[in-house]
């Protein structure tokens, strides 16, 4: 089985940047032919997908946010990382992790925007 938990600050001040890691157990990172991501929600609003990373280091973003994000891993300690910069307030949301065969997905973690 799987298993996603997202780590990171909870609370993040306008113009910095948002950094979040997942660690990853039950399965390799760097395994054919999966893909790993970070979905966010915002308050009141549906799911948004911010971009992935493939087992062999391929990234890819969502095009709203491409400018802002990198993802990043580390394959010594099976995690993935998001960097979000110049947050403001519209970045506010639950943050997931997910991936594998199966998509499992972690709890995910609140990411509050404010000065």
């Known amino acids: 089985q799987v298993q996603l938990q997202e780590s990171g600050p909870g609370l993040v001040k306008p113009s910095q940047t948002l950094s979040l890691t997942c660690t990853v157990s039950?399965?390799?990172?760097?395994?054919?032919?999966?893909?790993w991501s970070w979905i966010r929600q915002p308050p009141g609003k549906g799911l948004e997908w911010v971009g992935s990373?493939?087992?062999?280091?391929?990234?890819y973003y969502s095009p709203s946010l491409k400018s802002r994000t990198s993802i990043s891993r580390d394959t010594s300690k099976n995690q993935f990382s998001l960097q979000l910069t110049s947050v403001t307030p519209e970045d506010t949301a639950v943050y997931y992790c997910?991936?594998?065969?199966?998509?499992?997905w972690g709890q995910g973690t609140q990411v509050t925007v404010s000065s």
């Open positions: 039950g399965e390799s990172i760097t395994t054919s032919y999966y893909s």
């Open positions: 997910l991936g594998g065969p199966y998509d499992d």
């Open positions: 990373i493939v087992y062999v280091g391929q990234t």
